[in-house]
């Protein structure tokens, strides 16, 4: 997910109509019935969710992918998948990139090839 500030998170999920299950921080459990105080549970636009932080971690931990690290650094860490030493691009263009395919969608989830990942980067990194 990308932080876009003031406690709100866009995320890449499967549609409700995909057919995926997956058990993860970004996969909201909470019904309909009883609605989030804080977000609502805003509605999704192809997979693609704004929601507050809490829904989002959904009891989960918060883990926070490092762009820019050293290459000793990246060394030290091993194969974990939470750093790289390429950088990011600046927040405020990463951000408005979340609003713009919240707004016009980002495609259909594919667990392979189109997925929360891939959003993340397409965000970070404009790919």
């Known amino acids: 997910g990308i932080y876009i500030g003031k406690?709100?998170?866009i995320h890449f999920t499967p549609g409700e109509d995909e057919g995926v299950q997956l058990v993860s921080s970004s996969s909201l459990s909470k019904s309909s019935s009883n609605?989030?105080?804080n977000c609502g549970h805003r509605?999704?636009?192809n997979g693609l969710k704004s929601s507050c932080l809490a829904c989002f971690l959904?009891?989960?931990k918060l883990h926070r992918y490092q762009y820019g690290v050293s290459d000793a650094y990246l060394s030290a860490q091993g194969?974990?998948?939470h750093c790289t030493c390429t950088k990011s691009d600046p927040p405020e263009t990463v951000v408005r990139r979340a609003?713009?395919?919240l707004e016009n969608g980002?495609?259909?989830y594919n667990l392979v090839?189109?997925?929360c990942e891939d959003f993340a980067l397409s965000c970070k990194k404009g790919l």
Do not use: A, E, L, T
Request: hydrophobic share 20%; proline share 12%.
């Open 106 to 108: 980002y495609g259909d």
């Open 79 to 81: 194969r974990g998948g």
């Open 35 to 37: 609605p989030c105080p």
């Open 113 to 115: 090839i189109n997925n």
């Open 7 to 9: 406690g709100n998170v």
């Open 58 to 60: 959904n009891g989960g």
């Open 99 to 101: 609003i713009f395919f």
């Open 43 to 45: 509605p999704s636009n």
